[in-house]
């Protein structure tokens, strides 16, 4: 199980409904709109691992 990296659910890597490549790691996400919102801008998602996320963030 790994997080999706724009809204924060856990998300199973053999059932992720999507997922993206950035610099060469495989990110995950529960919903395709996941994947558009980081595939829109990936270094907003991925940061040094601080965590915690920005507050505000939810799913679909």
């Given at each position: 199980?790994?997080?999706?990296?724009?809204?924060?659910?856990t998300?199973?890597?053999?059932?992720?409904?999507?997922?993206?490549?950035?610099?060469?790691?495989?990110?995950?996400?529960?919903?395709?709109?996941?994947?558009?919102?980081?595939?829109?801008d990936?270094?907003?998602?991925?940061?040094?691992?601080?965590?915690?996320?920005?507050?505000?963030?939810?799913?679909?």
């Amino acid at each position: 199980m790994v997080k999706d990296p724009v809204c924060g659910m856990t998300v199973d890597e053999a059932k992720a409904p999507a997922k993206s490549e950035y610099n060469g790691k495989t990110y995950y996400f529960c919903s395709n709109h996941c994947k558009v919102e980081f595939d829109g801008d990936p270094a907003k998602y991925v940061k040094e691992d601080t965590g915690h996320m920005s507050h505000g963030s939810h799913c679909c």
